[in-house]
């Protein structure tokens, strides 16, 4: 069965004056028809570089999408795009969401023409006809009175509106695959809930497939189908969303759920923390990249990366804890209750 | 991933899977080279190759302004009445001015003149501007108000006004010319260190330092003016250029540098009116003034982008 | 902890911060709030952007002076100090943890001056020995001290500040937003480092934020803030398991758990329409205009804080009745 997106083998590298930063390593992963997809980790891990790659937005120099990666999209290899296919593809197949609403909207420009700019790129329409679905699709994110906002600018609107527009641009297109990157976290917690409901119909609507990417796990038990975990460079867990959250089996994902404050714990009982920041990925580990802070860490982390293991259908890990050798050693037969120790 | 093929073919012995647990001490080490913001610009004006060409040209000019005189056989002043107007030749290297003297030593001589009223003129302006617009931008308010308006004051004053004023009250010459040209050129400078005081007194750091008690002259010089060095490095560089082209035509126009001495603009101004028949006369000194400027400029260029923290990878 | 009989260490009283905003109108940040915080507990302080919790902890510290109201630490005024030692000796006594990592530091300094600042400012002797043990209080190497921010990450360079902070020995800090900008797994270091701290130092915090399960694990009490004024007060779990103002309630229902079966079988409590503008509001009850209970008198006088269960403050007119 083929999806309709299917990263395989991604390796992303940026060169600077230190060294070759290896942002992206080995990165395999595929998305569905009306599908959410969240890629969760925290920052430097590579969740915003693999989605830029996926846009084809890798900045080449000082980037480098390394020969031997691929990305299919409904089966052709967009890595391999012309510089016009690339253009068609974003908006029309592929939109992505940015971050923060206030510095990815041009502040001289008016909202409405920043849609109709998107539109008319790539439908052959007229200026009447693009400002006719201008107001449609302002009037889907549900901004009020869409015909007057139109002609407003970015700095009349508050946060959560300029998400609603940006949300819109992306939208304009009827693109198949909405890739939305940390939509939510520059703004209020009520906003935030809003502008999820918002995405969330939206994908009803049209059907659409969405990649979200996020270091908030609160959203992603809301909004993700799958998840996949990454960690310098790499994916480390990939499953469903109910596999990840109640039977992780990686202890990254293991440590990050618990990082976060339980209701159930007492008042400023200690949190369970993962020491030290990641490494630098310049000059990654050649083992497993969690290594170094590793509770379990054994002598093959350090030696050699982990292969990739099926936990269950659709559920994999990356991990040496789930090698024979291991379960033997250490008499346990599920992963989760090593990490519970 | 680089190692997958290899551990497949390895065995794995059970030692391997002895747990070794974490080193919590390197876990926080950083690796990237202890680098400062000084050196880190350094090193990226070192890449930018138009801008080092430009420094070494400045920094060749500078010396052969220094020392060329007392080296080359020929005085600036020394006239060769027989062969007026001659082109450059093995002995006078750029040729003879209209009244027989070595073009060569002049240019070097003059150049002194040019490259100090630059230098000294961006070092007053620099001085008067940072302290005015530091002052400013610190203590804002009422303050802020009063200065700047002067400020917008003396910018509406036409300079040539205040130049010729200055040759009246101090008479012609490199001191009057110079109390002329900085009585209002420091007000660029004064204009965008308060902007960037003021830009800076948003940041945190400089709440911090309140908050611990700094006093405020230490806010000034720890905090502020560290953070502000790049801007006044960059627009003294570009204001050297100015200096030397507004000294260079105000002694073209003859209100600058009086006979004998001579500066760039004033050999410019004689050799004017020999153009038509011998042109090497206007050419070198021309050649001097236009080349430095465009170093000058490069050079500040580059160390605009040096300094500047998003062009950092 | 019997906290009727114990003396607060801060006090603020019908606090007032009002900013000009073009020309004759005025923007009230914080308008007429209250509250105490006794030695050796962490009081909260949660609202969305705009409700003026980070401007009521700048202007508890005296970062900007108060137009209106007082601030009494350990017994004194400290909101109209004039004396130029007094006021130092403030600055000694409560610090500030800031909430941007990457601005909150002098790029030009090393660590080890930025630590040291404070020390010298109140020549606190030490020197270099004491920076060392400092950086180790946080978790750092000693090694640090001699390098730039800008070659942290941003959860080492929020230890650095709050290395920074502890220099000069104070009882009070506030944390303003301190980890907000920070990853989740960093978040937790911070937020350990920090009630370690208080346990050992015996320090009180004011811990402004809004990240609610955060500051419900840090806080012993928390105040709500919307569009400066407090709206409810009272012990930690008692608000977040009994809220009891309606914005309180929308606020807590919002927050994302990290659980797939709570989180996609939660009703949300809808707050429609956007925060209103602390510029020139209006008499009456600030939330008035998306609040669902809302009456006629709502929009007369501003309700303010009243106990409605031991220990448990709402500032409501609705619920009075």
Known sequence: MSHLLEVNNLNVSFHTYAGEVQAVRGVSLHLDKEETLA?????????????????????????EVKKGSEILYKDKNILKYSKKKWQDYRGEDAAMIFQDPMTSLNPTMKIGRQIQEGIRKHQ??????????????????????????????????????????????????????????????????????????????????????????????????????????????????????????????????????????????ESKAELHVIKGTPPDLISPPKGCPFASRCKFCMQVCHEYEPEKTEISEGHFSKCWLHHQTAKKLYKFDNVRSVMAE | MPNQKDSQKVVLTEEMFHRVGVDEHSSENVVRPNISYWQDAWRRLKQNKVAIVSMSFLIFV???????????????????????????????????????????????????????IGVIGAAISLAVGVLYGGISGYFGGAIDNVMMRIVEILVGIPYMIVVILMSIILGKGMGSLLVALCFTSWTGLARLVRGQVINLMESEYILAAKALGTPTYKIIFRHLLPNTLSIIIVETTFSIPSFIFAESFLSFIGMGIQPPNTSWGAMAALGQQQMSNYPHELLFPALAISLTMLAFNLLGDGLRDAFDPKLRQ | MNMETREPLVKVSHLKKYFPVQGKRVLKAVDDVSFEIYPGETLGLVGESGCGKTTCGRTVLGLYPATGGSIEYDGKDISRLKDKKEILKFKKNAQMIFQDPYASLNPRMTVGDIISEGME????????????????????????????????????????????ALAVEPDFIVCDEPISALDVSIQAQVVNLLIRLQEELGLTYLFIAHDLSMVRHISDRVGVMYMGQLVELGKSQEVYNHPIHFYTQALLSAIPVPDPDIERNKTVLPLEGEVGSPIDSAPGCRFKGRCKRATEACGKVTPSLREVEKGHFVACHVIDN
């Open chain 2, 62 to 116: 500078a010396l052969m302004c220094i020392f060329a005189p007392h080296i080359y056989p020929h005085a600036f002043d020394e006239q060769i009445i027989e062969h007026t107007n001659q082109g450059p030749t093995a002995s006078h290297i750029f040729g003879l001015d209209d009244l027989g003297r070595d073009i060569f030593a002049r240019v070097w001589v003059g150049g002194r003149v040019s490259l100090a």
């Open chain 1, 39 to 63: 890629i969760v980790g925290e920052s430097g891990c590579g969740k915003t570089v693999t989605s830029k790659a996926i846009m084809g937005l890798i900045p080449d120099p000082p980037g």
């Open chain 3, 121 to 164: 400012n109140h020549h606190i002797p030490g020197g270099h020995t004491r920076v060392q043990e400092l950086l180790g209080m946080v978790g750092l190497n000693k090694e640090h001290a001699n390098r730039f921010p800008h070659e942290f990450s941003g959860g080492q360079r929020q230890r650095i500040g709050i290395a920074r």
């Open chain 1, 124 to 265: 052959k329409i007229s200026k009447q006809e693009a400002r006719k679905k201008t107001i449609e699709l302002l009037k889907m994110v549900n901004i009020p009175n869409p015909e007057e906002r139109l002609d407003q600018y970015p700095h009349e609107f508050s946060g959560g509106m300029r998400q609603r527009v940006m949300i819109a641009i992306a939208l304009s297109c009827n693109p198949n695959i909405m890739i939305a990157d940390e939509p939510t976290t520059a703004l209020d917690v009520t906003i935030q809930a809003q502008i999820l409901n918002l995405l969330r119909e939206i994908q009803k609507k049209n059907h659409s497939s969405i990649i979200m990417i996020t270091h908030d796990l609160g959203v992603v038990a809301g909004m993700a189908d799958r998840i996949a975990v990454m960690y310098a460079g790499e994916i480390v867990e990939e499953g469903s969303v109910r596999e990840i959250f109640k039977n992780p089996q990686h202890p990254y994902t293991y440590a990050m759920l618990n990082a976060v404050p339980n209701p159930e714990l």
